[in-house]
T-cell receptor, first 121, second 109 residues
Framework: GAVVSQHPSWVICKSGTSVKIECRSL??????MFWYRQFPKQSLMLMAT?????????EQGVEKDKFLINHASLTLSTLTVTSAHPEDSSFYIC?????????????????FGPGTRLTVL | GQNIDQPTEMTATEGAIVQINCTYQ??????LFWYQQHAGEAPTFLSY??LDGLEEKGRFSSFLSRSKGYSYLLLKELQMKDSASYLC??????????WGAGTKLIIKP
């Protein structure tokens, strides 16, 4: 089945540093990848949508200069949290959309990564 | 605006059947998804409906009525491990998922 991985699973960093989170589709081509943020006991909040080879589209209220997204290939997207602060501590989840059915599943199904827990001290 | 409604919390008994409803109003429709999410984990995919009718997968079934903007997730033979949040999400005309807030399902022995 389709698998999406994220690395790292969890990270602790000092305030002011930058953290990069990778999202990979392991056995299918992801035409679109999405980055979500989840606060405790709340639903997922979409941060941005990225299509391979083009600039990401950010949701209203999400700072594009703070949350840098790169989608350089059909299997890899990265989210870099720049100059992280304690309020950026959260659970970051990526998902990958299989726009061609290469996963063997239904076209346009989104597959979620396991998430990355970021703690900024 | 776009809106997904589902109950905040439901309680059911082990071995019983529970139905979680979801109503939606979105700009365009490219399918409805149900996800299961255990606390502290990313959601896991359960089902996808794009045509009207019932889709059955083992103990889980999902129903869709596009004309009514309505779906439900049916869980049979409930087990304690089914205690989780169940998220309804609709893919809109831009292929983005519009998420419901989730239904917390509590299973009691």
């Amino acid at each position: 089945g389709a698998v999406v991985s994220q690395h790292p699973s969890w990270v602790i960093c000092k305030s002011g540093t930058s953290v990069k989170i990778e999202c990979r589709s392991l056995d299918f081509q992801a035409t679109t990848m999405f980055w979500y943020r989840q606060f405790p006991k709340q639903s997922l909040m979409l941060m941005a949508t990225s299509n391979e080879g083009s600039k990401a589209t950010y949701e209203q209220g999400v700072e594009k200069d703070k949350f840098l997204i790169n989608h350089a290939s059909l299997t890899l997207s990265t989210l870099t949290v720049t100059s992280a602060h304690p309020e950026d501590s959260s659970f970051y989840i990526c998902s990958a959309r299989d726009g061609t059915g290469s996963s063997g599943g239904e076209v346009d199904t989104q597959y979620f990564g396991p998430g990355t827990r970021l703690t900024v001290l | 605006g776009q809106n997904i409604d589902q109950p905040t919390e439901m309680t059911a008994t082990e071995g019983a059947i529970v139905q979680i409803n979801c109503t939606y109003q979105t700009s365009g429709f490219n399918g409805l998804f149900w996800y299961q999410q255990h606390a502290g984990e990313a959601p896991t995919f359960l089902s996808y409906n794009v045509l009207d009718g019932l889709e059955e997968k083992g103990r889980f079934s999902s129903f869709l009525s596009r004309s009514k903007g309505y779906s439900y997730l049916l869980l049979k033979e409930l087990q304690m491990k089914d205690s989780a949040s169940y998220l309804c999400a609709v893919m809109d005309s831009n292929y983005q998922l519009i998420w419901g807030a989730g239904t917390k399902l509590i299973i009691k022995p």
